[in-house]
Every structure is written in C-alpha cells, then in structure tokens.
C-alpha cells in the first residue's frame, strides 16, 4: 500500500466472451513468512485505496493482503453486466484463481463490500477461515431520497450523463491509475470517468440492499458497526439476522471514518483470537 502501486488481470464473467481487465493491490509483509492472506472489498463509491489504513494495519502485523478494485472503480474497466452480488463474486473468484491463490482466506467487507464478500463466503465457504464485515449493506441502509428514487430509467441515465459529475465530483477524486511500465500507479481519482458512473447506477439498481439474507452463511463472522454511523444503522433485532456471528459496537465513528487503522486493530485481534 506505501508504494501505491497496482496490478492488472483478465477476469472473463461467467457466460461471456469479454474478457474485462481488472485492477487490483497486493502486499506481503517484508522479512517476515506471512500469516495468511486477507482479502478486502471497498464500498459502494469507493476503490481498493479506500481499505489502506485497514490493510497497513493487517500487513503490519505479518498478513498479507489483496484489494480489488471493483467494476468502474478505481481502475478496473466497467462492464454492462448487472453489479449484482454474483458478479462482484466471480470477479474475486477468478482474480485469485488468476493470481493462483490456494489456501482458505479471510475476507472483509465494507458496507456493499460485505455484501460481495458474504455472497463469497456462500458460493466458496471451503475457502474462508473468516468473514468480517463493517458496516454492511443488505439489512438496513438510509439511501437518499434523490439517488434511491433518481436511479429509475431514463432518470438514473439522464443523472450519469448530465448531472453526475457536479453531484459525484467529491466521491469521484479517489482513485485512478496511470501505466508507468508494466505497473500502474495509483492517482487520487477513479480511471474511467463514465465507467465510474455507470457502474454505481447499475448497483443502486441491483444490488440487495436492505434484502441480502445473511443466515446461510456458515463461516466465522464478525460486525463491527457504529452508532454514529449516519448510513447503515443495526438494532439488536437487526444484528439477530445474520445468524451466530461475534459483533461490536464502536461510538463516534460515522461511516467512511469506519474503515481506519482502530477498526483494523480490532480485526487484526478478532483473527488472531478467534480464527487462527
């Protein structure tokens, strides 16, 4: 992560011919046998840089650590395939079949990441030691009114084509990629402007976010949410539908401050003490 530098494979979806270029961060912990391999999933307008101060934390600590960029994030290319869970899975299946991974990991995910790395865990449960989420999507997310009911045809593609820039300009400069050799460096902003867009219109519309079913999911699980968080908020009866799982509540963290180096001591624990 301190290199910011990123890599790229050909990750082909499941029933196509098109093969879609995908970006992603991978670091090992230097002079030291890694402990294992984590795995982390950004949110909904984020990218792979969004998790650095999770992943420095994990990798600190002598784990090593891949972050995927998802489809028109960051750097990975869109695609006009429906940003549903099973697509954002087989995107990390093939990336580590690419990048041959064979040992169990452990996946995070942040709020629609948990939801990618809970689909995960569902299909491929032999090849999860533990799933963490925080502050997950799929129970109970406060979508505003504009993008909940904006994301409608043709209104969700008048926005993308119109008004998407001047609305989604502060989500936007997070992060892009520039080839310098056979790497790409990793800028403040995302690569594909409209891929961008596209991309996050087509998850409002598919993905399940107050409608994920969580209780089939039989790996170790453990939530950390917050009680300020103003986007995803969990009740006693809420954290009840993911089934057995291991939760904790954090005070005065709102949601993008939720992934930060004092949430990632308290996974880098959880793993320790209760996984490994």
């Known amino acids: 992560f301190k290199q910011k530098t990123a890599y ?11 093969c879609i270029r995908d970006r992603y961060i991978a670091r090992s912990p230097k002079d030291k046998k890694s402990k294992g391999l984590v795995i982390l999933i950004h949110g909904f307008s984020g990218s792979s840089e969004s998790m650095t101060k999770i992943g420095n934390v994990l ?36 990336g580590l079949f690419a990048l041959q991974v064979k040992v169990p990991v452990h996946i995070i995910g942040y709020s629609m990441g948990g939801i990618i790395a809970s689909e995960y865990c569902k299909i491929f449960p032999h090849l999860v030691k533990s799933l963490i989420l925080i502050a997950p999507a799929g129970i109970n997310v406060d979508v505003p009114f504009a993008v909940r009911w904006g994301s409608f045809y043709p209104i969700g593609e008048i926005f993308v084509g119109l008004a998407g820039y001047i609305l989604l300009k502060r989500h ?73 799982l291991d939760y904790e509540e954090v005070h005065g963290y709102t949601h993008s401050k939720l992934i930060c180096k004092e949430v990632g001591e308290k996974i880098y624990k959880y793993i320790e003490e209760q996984v490994n």
């Open 8 to 18: 790229e494979i050909g990750v082909r979806l499941v029933g196509s011919e098109m």
């Open 59 to 94: 990798l600190k600590n002598g784990y090593s650590i891949i972050c995927f960029d998802c489809y028109g994030r960051g750097c990975s290319d869109g695609t006009e395939f429906t940003n549903c869970p099973e697509v954002f899975t087989s995107m990390i299946s093939q």
């Open 172 to 244: 936007y400069k997070q992060c892009s990629g520039k080839t310098i050799k056979s790497e790409i460096n990793v800028r403040k902003y995302h690569c594909n402007l409209k891929a961008y867009y596209s991309s996050l219109l087509c998850s409002i519309r598919n993905m399940p976010w107050e409608t994920y079913d969580f209780t089939d999911i039989k790996t170790p699980k453990y939530l950390i949410y917050s009680s300020s968080d103003e986007i995803i908020t969990f009740t006693k009866d809420d954290i009840a539908k993911f089934g057995n």
